[in-house]
């Protein structure tokens, strides 16, 4: 077996592509300055039907937040606080694992599979969404 396919088998490959991945996440969050106003639009449902998806403002609310302002994170997407919080401790965790300290990554994967809790998160990001319409709606 190669080198490659022996690290791709081991404990550690799983912690470090979340690592990477949630570190790149937390990174551009913070390097990037996404327009409070944008013109154009990168999402194909509120160019279709002129409203918000469940997820628009996610990517402004991380900026926001990653740079520590709260009150315009939750002014962009109620969830971005609380997203931009479960990346943060999922990075962390995946850094723990990283270096052999696996409870805080296997309670997190414990997590990311539980159905319940899945159902749970979807369902208040679709009550979210539609209070967010019934905003729009009715102002």
Same mark, same amino acid.
């Given at each position: 077996?190669?080198?490659?396919?022996?690290?791709? *088998?081991?404990?550690?490959?799983?912690?470090w592509a979340v690592f990477i991945f949630l570190g790149a996440t937390l990174l551009i969050s913070y390097f990037y300055?996404?327009?409070?106003?944008?013109?154009?639009?990168?999402?194909?449902?509120? *160019?279709l039907t002129k409203l918000p998806c469940p997820g628009c403002g996610m990517t402004r609310s991380f900026c926001s937040i990653a740079k520590g302002?709260?009150?315009?994170?939750?002014?962009?997407h109620g969830?971005?606080?609380?997203?931009f919080?479960?990346?943060?401790?999922?990075w962390l965790a995946s850094l723990?694992?990283?270096?052999?300290?696996?409870?805080?990554?296997?309670?997190?994967?414990?997590?990311?599979? *539980?159905?319940?809790?899945i159902k749970t998160g979807l369902s208040v990001l679709g009550i979210h969404w539609l209070i967010r319409l019934i905003m729009i709606f009715f102002k």
């Amino acid at each position: 077996m190669r080198k490659l396919d022996k690290w791709i *088998n081991s404990s550690l490959a799983l912690p470090w592509a979340v690592f990477i991945f949630l570190g790149a996440t937390l990174l551009i969050s913070y390097f990037y300055h996404a327009d409070p106003h944008p013109r154009v639009s990168l999402c194909i449902f509120y *160019n279709l039907t002129k409203l918000p998806c469940p997820g628009c403002g996610m990517t402004r609310s991380f900026c926001s937040i990653a740079k520590g302002d709260l009150l315009a994170s939750f002014q962009f997407h109620g969830l971005g606080p609380v997203m931009f919080v479960g990346v943060f401790f999922g990075w962390l965790a995946s850094l723990l694992a990283i270096f052999h300290i696996r409870k805080p990554f296997e309670f997190l994967k414990l997590l990311s599979t *539980n159905e319940l809790l899945i159902k749970t998160g979807l369902s208040v990001l679709g009550i979210h969404w539609l209070i967010r319409l019934i905003m729009i709606f009715f102002k």
